[in-house]
């Protein structure tokens, strides 16, 4: 089928009271309009017409790909409008379907079944029956069912107001027949408007079958029209994305307490604690336990991996056998190998931890590449940074580092070298040599300590 998918987004948003455009404000950490023309995207070689109005500049800046066409609609003068500065563009013999670009939950299948319709030189609409219809435009029908127009709701009588099956914007038309119909909108209603809804009417003046598919679930078309409803939409979504993991084996300690703003792939057993927050692209091996408050983004972690309560970890590979945490905290550029332990207070950046190695408390390890079986005390410091550049740090095989060690880059330690508890290390140490720089210790003896003077 030739599609021409035109989505609106020109809107204001005035109710969201922000300075960012409404459609994009985030729903699981992307765009509402994202969301949206992800969804158009799924139509491989349809056409894809954006309307933007208000903030268009920042919307489109936030799409840089080049397959979508920006339309943009100067002043916001309905829905009839907007389609009419898009139409120009598109030939006779495509279907169109028409989108809301803050409406994000609206489901692949539900317009499949739109568009059926429309192929057969139909017009279908997406309506839905609530038990609420207040501000929603009302599919009128004659005595036989026949779809006879839509009123909106402020130009409807009190009998039409008690109608309960609505509008939800979502059209979809042969182009050739739109052509005629936008054309001959006018804006005599309630709101001074070009309402693309008035095409309804005129398509059954003309003969045209004008159908229906009626949602049975009233979330794929909510609009987010404040930020009430964008937070009902996100939980709404987070609950959706949260059954999902649970149907592909993901224990979640609960479901209502879950947030993934990106995409979760997940071996066996993996088991998910309490406000947790995936961002990014995820991948979970087998029998992986992420502990309370974890956040993840952007990270690899291998089988058996236990990460403890509140870690933050970010951009990260993560072998096998590896514990994480509780309270550390990994940043991008960090791989850990298979069996690594991180401990309590530690920050690691940019550094590959070997096999086996540990890092248990209260170290900062930066810039660093770290051999196997190294033990790494308490209260390690490498210092990387000069206050102009960054320097890296060399750790190799099987070293043991003392606590309260500074490791002033760029500095070597050697396969199998020792460095006593305390030190500041600035030059290379040996490999299997005790290396320390430590001020002598003395006592002296019969020492008093100071007493206040009595005045
Ligand atoms: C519209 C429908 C109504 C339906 C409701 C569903 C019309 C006349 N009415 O009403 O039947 O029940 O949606 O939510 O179509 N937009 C533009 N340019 C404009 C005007 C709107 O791009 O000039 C965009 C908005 O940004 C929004 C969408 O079109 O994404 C809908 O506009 P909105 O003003 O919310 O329409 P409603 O009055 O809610
Ligand atoms: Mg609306």
């Not at 500095?411 to 290379?428: F, K, L, N, Q």
Request: proline share 4%; glycine share 10%.
């Amino acid at each position: 089928m030739n599609l021409s998918i035109i989505i609106l987004a020109a809107g204001q948003g005035t109710r969201m009271r922000s300075g960012l455009p409404k459609v994009l404000h985030p729903l699981a950490g992307r765009p509402l309009l994202g969301h949206v023309i992800e969804t158009a995207r799924g139509f491989a070689g349809a056409e894809l017409h954006v309307v933007i109005g208000h903030g268009a500049e920042q919307v489109r800046a936030a799409f840089p790909e080049t397959d979508i066409h920006w339309v943009i609609q100067d002043q916001q003068l309905g829905t009839g409008h907007a389609v009419a500065q898009v139409l120009p563009g598109i030939a006779d013999d495509r279907v169109v379907v028409v989108m809301y670009g803050d409406v994000p939950l609206i489901r692949r299948a539900t317009l499949d079944a739109l568009l059926a319709d429309a192929a057969r030189d139909k017009v279908c609409l997406l309506t839905a029956e609530l038990d609420q219809p207040t501000g929603y435009g009302r599919i009128m029908r004659d005595e036989t069912g026949h779809i006879t127009g839509i009123v909106e709701e402020k130009d409807a009588s009190d009998s039409q107001r008690r109608i309960r099956e609505i509008n939800t914007g979502f059209m979809a038309a042969p182009a050739g027949r739109l052509h005629g119909w936008v054309a001959a909108l006018d804006n005599n209603n309630a709101q001074g408007e070009f309402y693309l809804t008035d095409v309804i009417a005129l398509a059954v003046r003309d003969g045209v079958t004008v159908s229906a598919v009626t949602t049975q679930d009233p979330h794929e078309i909510l609009g987010v029209n404040d930020r009430l409803q964008l937070a009902g939409l996100e939980r709404c979504y987070q609950r959706q994305q949260a059954e999902a993991c649970m149907h592909a084996g993901i224990t979640l300690i609960d479901p209502a307490r879950f947030d993934l703003r990106g995409t979760l792939l997940a071996g066996q057993d993996v088991v998910i604690d309490v406000n947790a927050v995936l961002e990014g692209d995820l991948v979970l091996g087998d029998r992986v336990t992420i502990g309370p408050n974890v956040v993840l983004r952007d990270t690899r972690i291998g089988n058996d991996v236990t990460v403890l309560a509140n870690c933050v970890i970010e951009e990260a590979t993560i072998g096998s056998g590896v514990r994480i945490g509780p309270f550390a905290r990994i940043r991008p550029e960090t791989r850990l190998a298979d069996h690594t332990h991180v401990g309590n207070f530690v920050e690691i950046k940019k550094s590959d931890i070997g096999a086996g190695s540990k890092i248990n408390h209260l170290s900062y390890v930066g810039d660093t590449s770290m051999g196997r079986g190294v033990n790494i005390g308490a209260g390690t410091i490498t210092c990387n940074y000069d206050g102009a550049s960054k320097h890296r740090t060399v750790i190799g095989n099987d070293v043991f580092i003392g606590s309260d060690t500074q490791l002033v880059a760029p500095v070597e330690v050697r396969d199998g070298a020792t460095i006593g508890a305390g030190s500041t290390i600035t030059r290379d140490a040996p490999a299997g040599e005790l290396t320390l720089s430590r001020a002598p210790q003395e006592t002296r003896k019969g020492w008093q300590r100071p007493v206040k003077k009595k005045s």
